[in-house]
């Protein structure tokens, strides 16, 4: 039986933003339409860690898990 591998940081990336953007939009319906700058705040992270290859995540992610990206 092999080890079990860890995942990259991108894939964890992609977890951690479609969990929060699929909670905010549950939470928009259901308790207040202001819960959807929770899902602005993902989409802006996204683009930051596309233009400039971090975002506040994968600074935490990288720090504090030690996460190696497949990407760089």
Known sequence: MS?????????VL????????????????????WF???TAFVGVSQWMYVAFGDCPSSFVMRKIFKLEGCAR
């Open 36 to 38: 959807l700058i929770l």
């Open 3 to 11: 080890a079990p591998t860890r995942w990259p940081l991108e894939r």
């Open 14 to 33: 992609f977890l951690m933003s479609g969990t929060v953007t699929i909670l905010s939009v549950i939470l928009a319906i259901t308790v207040s339409p």
